[in-house]
């Protein structure tokens, strides 16, 4: 990497973002909840990325990544390793760039994950289930082929896309005193806090994978090892690209415990009826904690929905 | 009954409603997805009642027919009889009208349910489960109170209301060439026809309780008998006002069987992200069966979601 890739971008990034990706991504709603809000003790404004194309707010990243490459760089095709949402975003961009997909799946992904980046066109290259595998094989095609490499957090093109949810969110909601976020890798929160200039935001974080609580209190980035959380999207170590937005920016993370992220899930789709993943429920779970409902000001706080992921066979109360 | 109140309203009513209701009901959002579009074969638009107040479309209606009362109307109270979302619709109503609400239920209504209306202000007046009973119980406090009775659907206050989510839809899609609603009274379904013009509206209806389609193809209004479906909204007969309005104006009637209601609910969850219950469902599955797919032309087609009141933890696919 040199120099130049950690200027760290800015509003203006944001708003390049938010118009490249506008013939692609659908604008999604603000939803609002009288019960939830009686919870909260102030109005809340959920921003529902679960209705994002391929249901999550990665689409977004990923389509900024994409679209902003030269058409000479997307000629030779975009790769990614993820088993997740992000893989599905990064085949759905190139596909609609009209170029090839090349994404790294351990072999313990999910049938249906496979199936979702075969739908959108991607080839799909098996690797053995281990971080290192990932990489290494992602670094094999990526020499075989040339194709751009999209990290699923750690780049600034991403990080620049997903802040365009903030940014229509602050749009509609202009009166928005706060915004709150998951955090995981940190392309989310990192986006979030480049779109919302002068607003307060907030992250909220498994404690069972705090990873960025910590690197905050020491004031220095540490990894995440042996994380443990219902809440599946934050299970990863923050970015060093992310941190550098992340560090100085927040305005502070409240982590919550699995209870209290399946108690605002739970909260989400029988008062709101938003279905959302886990990992959405994390920033409605920080802004019930008492020390976040202990703040004061803060009449109006917006929440960002991460996406709707879920295995509806399978639900965490059941 | 007088004959004045059968002049059936038009267009100019469900304006009129969406006027009077504006300061209270959420204008929800419309939703889509191409992966349900792929399946039907043509671009859908989602009306999302479920994040109307009290999580159903009911709302509207019983929100129109409280503030069109006069003052002097009002100051007696409303009243109804219901253990569904017209209880908690009506006592909504009435308390932001500032106005007595009672709710008479059977006592066979869930603790939840009587929760939700006592929570609104409503005083509930306790019967045995029988309709016989409920609308003996309902009269005697009436007659008792001077409260105005609110039907839940044969009354034409409440099908304007019912109208206004429509009327947003075709509002924000002009380009949709039909709308699809579930019917069960008739409520939703005649209020879509009055807000709609020229536009072809189409029924979803349960095999199970079709009274509508039967009376549609006698020409004469048939009661529903025995009606057996999972989709709890749609158990009664059509009322009188409601098929005045729906036998000249509704284009077709679609019957679908169980498993076409349940597979619909699940794409609706899986891949729309839309927590709805079965009796929304229902439109959904009217138009991905063969005898909606196979119709000519129809492009862009909307389809009401009626509402999102359903037990999490009681799943008809678990």
Not at 172 to 182: R, T
Request: charged letters at 20%.
């Amino acid at each position: 990497m040199t120099e130049s890739e950690f200027l760290v971008p800015g509003v203006s990034d944001v708003a390049q973002a938010a118009a490249r990706i506008a013939p692609w991504a659908h604008r999604t709603p603000v939803v609002t909840c009288s019960a939830l809000d009686e919870r909260a003790g102030r109005r809340l404004y959920f921003k529902c990325e679960q209705f994002q194309k391929v249901g999550a707010f990665k689409f977004r990243g990923a389509c900024n990544a994409v679209m902003a490459l030269t058409d000479e760089e997307a000629s030779r095709g975009c790769i990614t390793h993820s088993s997740g949402n992000h893989a599905q975003a990064v085949a759905l961009a190139a596909a609609l760039r009209g170029v090839p997909a090349y994404i790294v799946m351990p072999s313990t992904a999910t049938s249906v994950k496979r199936a979702a980046v075969v739908g959108y066109g991607a080839e799909v290259i098996d690797c053995e289930p281990t971080l290192i595998a990932r990489e290494t094989t992602a670094a094999e095609v990526r020499d075989r082929t040339g194709a751009h490499f999209v990290h699923p957090y750690d780049d600034f093109h991403v990080i620049a896309g997903q802040g365009t949810a903030a940014r229509e969110l602050v749009e509609e909601v202009p009166a928005l005193a706060a915004l709150v976020a998951p955090v995981g890798g940190g392309g989310l929160l990192a986006g979030t806090i480049l779109a919302c200039g002068d607003r307060a935001v907030f992250a909220g974080e498994p404690a069972g994978a705090d990873d960025a609580y910590r690197s905050l209190k020491a004031g220095t980035l540490i990894p995440q090892t042996a994380p443990r959380t219902v809440a599946d999207g934050l299970l990863t170590s923050v970015g060093r690209r992310n941190w550098a937005i992340i560090h100085p920016g927040v305005q502070d993370i409240v982590r919550v415990s699995e209870a209290q992220i399946v108690d605002a899930m739970e909260l989400l789709w029988t008062r709101a009826k938003l279905l959302v993943e886990a990992s959405s429920a994390v920033a409605l779970a920080a802004v019930l904690a008492p020390e976040f409902r202990d703040l004061p000001g803060l009449d109006d706080v917006g929440i960002i929905l991460s996406g709707g992921n879920v295995d509806v066979r399978r639900l965490p109360w059941a």
